[in-house]
């Protein structure tokens, strides 16, 4: 079974970056396409990022040219660096073996203004 860990969200000023981790257990991430996603309270979730099997790095429209995708073999883990952060990207964000349906319990972002 598939357990992800999301860690490294906080609070941090507009402008500012954080560096989310997500250690997989269960699944090899460099042979897996992960993603990132995010989610609100009561709000749609929304895909953030992807990187796959290959090593492609994708993004959404919302994120690209501030966020960066990547992975780490050894620690089997995928980062989502996030640079000049906005006051709408605070939620909680997830990641995902897009083959699977398990999910962490994410990490919450929150970007003062």
């Known amino acids: 079974q598939v357990q992800l860990v999301e860690s490294g969200g906080g609070l941090v000023q507009a402008g500012g970056s954080l560096r989310l981790s997500c250690i997989v257990s269960?699944?090899?991430?460099?042979?897996?396409?992960m993603y990132w996603y995010r989610q609100a309270p009561g709000k749609q979730r929304e895909w953030v990022a992807g990187?796959?099997?290959?090593?492609?790095?994708i993004y959404g429209d919302s994120v690209k040219g501030r966020f960066t995708i990547s992975r780490e073999h050894a620690k089997n883990t995928v980062y989502l660096q996030m640079n000049s952060l906005k006051p709408e990207d605070t939620t909680v964000y997830y990641c995902k073996v897009l083959a699977t349906s398990s999910w962490g319990q994410g990490t919450p972002v929150a970007v003062s203004s």
């Open positions: 269960g699944a090899i991430v460099s042979r897996e396409t």
């Open positions: 990187i796959t099997a290959s090593g492609t790095p």
